[in-house]
């Protein structure tokens, strides 16, 4: 009797091994069920800077059908490209302009909101105004003091993204700091992993430069003029501020009617009202 | 009863293969990951290239080893004298009863969490470095400048968070020495002060020389307050007041957004940190020896 006790305690924590190692696969499981009433679950995956829009967007859509699932992932622009082309995720959120090396993947494109990227100075700073060569030269390290930019005598502190950033790639991509020879962002620079990192950094750093997404832009830190251009939603829906970026949704041929569903809802006033609350509305 | 008894056997036989397999498993993860960017690029050029720029496909990692080198060196800087003498105080100063609430003061900085080290060096050390520390540098190299992440405010942090390891091993190995060292010591002739430094260190020192060492082990592997206060700058430190990034913190601030190759770099940079840990435990294992094998259990 103890012998087959034995045996049946072995067995039961064999099992629990296996089902310890089986967890990581079940997701991909459940992905695209789909039954007469909406149902089902969405994965979107990609960029963090689109991450907090898909978790507004997902949340309400979720509220309005509860059989819904949404699991919003980061990872970045290019892996949203790379999941939505392997059918990894529904959706792959990106949060630049499509690549052309990427365009040839064949996947639909929806440019489901616009994002501005703000140059932000410490609010001590006498700063206004920077034109955008300016900016590409601080960031190359080429200007080192705000003096030579019209500010006082001090060393400029330059605060940018980690690689591989979104923002990063868009910021130096539009500023032309993204040269001949890549990424060109001075070796100086002090490097915070997350936007709200940046902005408590140059919030608190005197002398310092970054940039954050127009939606984090607050008080604590000082939005600057670009080419004597204010950051503001309407300005950059009309192109006159240049460091913006599109926030794109990525999916690859026909989709489930579910996931249909959801591009509608986001397309609709309704979801087009939850973009505007912290981006850009693109209807 | 017996067969009771086998069971529970084979369970305690599963559950260390378990772990054991989790060491290999691990090693094995790393290494296929990341050995195809060390072939590819060279180990050479990837340890000793200055400059680490994934997106332009240079992986460097000199300088994130010096960063995270010269942290772990402050720290340690910082660090041994503090936490020896306040294990020399705890276990041959002070009262019993105050050196009893002393001890779990400082065993309770062991369970702060490294994001909460690393929250209070971003509001205090590193504005502080800036306001306090650097006017005094200046006095002396005009030049100087710092934006107050810097290897100091690493160092500082580091310091603390190996302070409860280095007290408490250390304070264990002094406690441990036989009261006859100490007795026959003081009836030589010997005052306390020179009891302590001749006798009872010397007697004590290969638990304090792996207290240090499990210390920098710690200090090495920290990773969350170490991306929050030392700037995260992939370049070579000239003075303990530049930025610098660390290997460990820079995997973890890169890995969420890396491409497959950039990926790879980080798991080839989680080998070198890996190499180091075990290097230094094998130093670890080494010193004891050499010291005669004498552990404090």
Redesign the interface.
């Known amino acids: 009797m ?2 087959i ?3 049946g ?2 067995l039961v ?2 099992l629990f ?1 296996l089902v310890g190692c089986g967890g990581g696969e079940e997701p991909a499981e459940t992905n695209g069920q789909e039954e007469e009433t909406l149902s089902g679950t969405i994965v979107i995956a990609g960029s ?1 800077s689109v991450q907090p829009l898909s978790e507004e967007l997902a949340a309400v859509f979720m509220d309005q059908y509860p059989d819904v699932t949404i699991e919003v992932q ?3 622009s ?2 949203g490209v790379k999941s939505a082309a392997d059918g990894i995720a529904d959706i792959g959120a990106a949060s630049r302009e499509i690549k052309d090396s990427e365009k040839s993947l064949g996947l639909d494109e929806y440019v489901i909101a616009k994002d501005g990227i703000a140059v932000v100075v410490n609010p001590d700073s006498n700063i206004e105004d920077l034109t955008m060569e300016q900016i590409q030269k601080i960031y190359t390290g080429e200007i080192t003091n705000w003096s030579a930019v019209g500010g006082s005598d001090a ?1 400029i ?1 330059v605060v940018t993204r ?5 923002t990063r ?1 868009a910021f130096i991509e539009i500023t032309g700091v993204d040269g001949a ?3 060109m962002t001075t ?7 997350s936007t709200g ?1 940046v902005k ?2 140059v919030a ?3 002398d ?1 430069i970054g940039y954050i997404s127009l939606g984090a832009l607050d008080d604590t830190v000082k939005g600057i003029k670009v080419e004597g251009v204010d950051v503001s939603v309407d300005n950059i829906l009309d192109n006159s501020y240049k460091i913006s970026r599109p926030f794109n949704y990525l999916t690859n041929g026909a989709v489930p009617e579910v996931v249909q569903a959801f591009l509608d809802f986001i397309f609709s006033v309704e979801g087009q009202e939850i973009v505007a609350q912290e981006f850009i509305s693109v209807i | ?4 008894e ?2 529970i056997e ?2 305690l036989l ?1 559950c260390a293969i ?1 772990a054991t397999l989790s060491v290999v498993i691990i090693t094995l993860f790393i290494f296929k990951e990341g050995v195809s960017v060390l072939k590819d690029y060279g180990i050479v050029n990837f340890i000793f290239g200055s ?1 680490w ?5 240079q992986y460097g990692i000199l300088p994130l080893i010096a960063g995270s080198l010269s942290v772990t060196l402050g720290a340690l800087v910082i660090g041994i004298p503090t936490g020896l003498a306040c294990a020399i105080f705890l276990s041959e100063v002070a009262h019993k009863r105050s050196a009893k609430v002393l001890k779990s003061a400082v065993e309770l900085l062991a369970g702060i969490p490294s994001v909460v080290y690393g929250f209070f060096g ?1 509001a205090v050390l ?2 502080g470095i ?1 306001q306090y520390i650097l006017p005094m540098v200046q006095l002396i190299n005009k030049d100087a ?1 710092t ?3 810097s290897i100091l405010a690493g160092a500082i942090i580091l310091a603390i968070m190996i302070l409860p390891t280095i007290v408490s091993i250390s304070e264990n190995a002094i406690s441990s020495v036989p009261i006859e060292y100490k007795e026959a010591s003081l009836a030589l002739g010997a005052n306390h002060q020179e009891t302590i430094t001749r006798v009872i260190v010397p007697a004590a020192k290969s638990g304090i020389i792996s207290s240090i060492i499990l210390g920098m082990g710690r200090a090495i592997g920290e990773t969350m307050a170490v ?2 206060i030392t ?5 070579v430190p000239g003075s303990a007041l530049d ?1 610098v ?1 660390t290997l460990t913190g820079t995997i ?3 890995m ?4 497959p190759e ?1 990926q790879k770099a980080l798991f080839a940079v989680g080998i070198v940190l890996f190499i180091m840990i075990v290097l230094l435990n094998i130093a670890a294992n080494f010193t004891l020896h050499k010291l005669g094998g004498q552990t404090n259990d």
């Open positions: 103890k012998k006790f034995s045996i305690l072995i924590f064999g091994l963090t980061g990872g970045g290019s892996v060393n502190v980690e690689e591989g950033s979104g790639g020879d890549g990424d070796e100086n620079a002090l490097v915070q992993p990192a408590q950094t608190t750093t005197p310092s | 009863m017996k067969a009771f086998k069971a084979k369970l599963i378990t400059k720029s994934p997106t332009n496909g971003l590193v504005p800036r400048t934006s107050g992440f991306i929050l700037g995260n700058m992939p370049k930025s990034a973890a601030m890169e969420g957004y890396a491409t950039h």
